[in-house]
């Protein structure tokens, strides 16, 4: 199955940038959607973007359109850039990838595969 690991977390103050990566490892060649989730403790999942790998269209929550960007960088590495971050924004990110089309409205569901997630915080 396919393997996934996210890497790029660390600590900013209001306003920084953080750069996370996703790379995959065996049979990534599968995967048709890449996501990146979100998750604060006591919450649901959030579903922040995906892309997909053919054609690479893109798609954005409204909370995070125009300041995240979600790109693939080659056959196994994905990015998500961060920028004006904001405390809201703090959060484990996990990247997560599928076999199949990516589905809207973004379900975290629809994703079989996920990587351990790596933490983002945001301080004021």
């Known amino acids: 199955q396919v393997q996934l690991e996210e890497s790029g977390g660390g600590s900013v103050q209001a306003g920084g940038s953080l750069r996370l990566s996703c790379v995959a490892s065996?049979?990534?060649?599968?995967?048709?959607?890449l996501g990146w989730f979100r998750q604060v403790p006591g919450t649901e999942r959030e579903g922040v973007a995906v892309?997909?790998?053919?054609?690479?269209?893109t798609y954005y929550a409204d909370s995070v359109k125009g300041r995240f960007t979600i790109s693939q960088y080659n056959a196994n590495t994905w990015y998500l850039q961060m920028n004006s971050l904001k405390p809201e924004d703090t959060a484990m990110y996990y990247c997560?990838?599928?076999?199949?089309?990516?589905?809207?409205?973004?379900?975290?569901?629809?994703?079989?595969?996920w990587g351990q997630g790596t933490q983002v915080t945001v301080s004021s």
């Open positions: 892309i997909h790998t053919i054609g690479g269209s």
């Open positions: 997560a990838a599928d076999p199949r089309l990516c589905a809207l409205p973004l379900n975290s569901a629809d994703f079989s595969y």
């Open positions: 065996r049979y990534f060649y599968l995967v048709k959607c």
